[in-house]
């Protein structure tokens, strides 16, 4: 059997990573593990970890590492037999030290999309509160006006998608990391991709896993799409 493979995404509040993910999950067959719905997952379910994570989302703040870790870590364990791929974790050089010490990454997405335009998508998003699920009113927007398209339930704009609460978060995301994009630089398994329209990363992104993603893989997408 071929070798499994492991990405992660990275980018900015809304730089495209969920949109993204989406697409290479359905494309390459890979498992999304989404850190963002993994945390709420918890919050709901009451877990230990998901409690202390809550006091800390409701304040508006990150997750400290150590919590973040002891959440994701066992979740990537147990998914030793698939490929994956990790969206908003790791968010901090302590988170991707963790990471580092449990497997070898293949590829590192990052999405490099200006300011402008992310302010512009944030503005314009709308979001499942209880599951994570995201909608933009031009480039996604749901069937019915304002419902999730899953459960009918309402949509809600967040306080952080404002335009003000979006700068001091960008620089707060610079500023963690780079690090992080330092550190997988130094390990050649970092591609950048710098663009204002998701549809036009997304053909260079498929061109690249193309090249990159085991043959196994690979046959169970043919087999799948035919
Ligand atoms: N490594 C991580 C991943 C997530 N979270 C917490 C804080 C986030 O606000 C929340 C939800 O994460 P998401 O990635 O779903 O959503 P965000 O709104 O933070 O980011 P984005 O706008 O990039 O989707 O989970 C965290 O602290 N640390
Ligand atoms: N207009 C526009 N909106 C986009 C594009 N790509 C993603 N979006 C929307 O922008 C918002 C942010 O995307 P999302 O995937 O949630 O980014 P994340 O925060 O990095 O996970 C969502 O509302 C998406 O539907 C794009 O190319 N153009």
Not at 103 to 116: A, G, H, Q, R, Y
Not at 162 to 187: F, G, M, N, S
Request: hydrophobic share 40%; charged share 25%.
């Amino acid at each position: 059997m071929s070798k499994l493979f492991r990405a992660v995404i990275m980018g900015p509040p809304g730089s495209g990573k969920g949109t993204i993910s989406e697409r290479i999950a359905h494309s390459f067959g890979l498992k999304h593990i989404s850190s963002g719905d993994f945390v709420r997952e918890n919050i709901a379910a009451n877990t230990e970890a998901g409690v202390l994570a809550k006091a800390y989302m409701k304040k508006r703040l990150l997750v400290p590492d150590h919590v973040m870790t002891r959440l994701l870590l066992p979740r990537l364990e147990e998914m030793t037999k698939y490929s994956w791929l990790l969206d908003g974790f790791p968010r901090t050089l302590a988170q991707a030290d963790a990471l580092n010490s449990i497997c070898d990454l293949d590829v590192v997405i990052n999405l490099n999309i200006p300011l402008e335009t992310l302010k512009e998508r944030l503005r314009h998003r709308w979001t499942h509160p209880s599951s994570g699920r995201v909608y933009n009113m031009y480039f996604n927007p749901p069937r019915i006006q304002g419902l999730d398209d899953i459960t009918g339930e309402p949509l809600i704009q967040q306080e952080d998608d404002r335009p003000e609460a979006l700068v001091a978060r960008l620089r707060h995301y610079k500023d963690i990391a780079k690090p992080v994009i330092d550190l997988y630089k130094a390990k050649s398994i970092l591609y950048t991709f710098s663009d204002t329209e998701t549809d036009r990363i997304w053909p260079n992104i498929s061109t690249l896993l193309s090249t990159k993603i085991p043959i196994v893989q690979s046959d169970a997408r043919c087999a799948s799409t035919h």
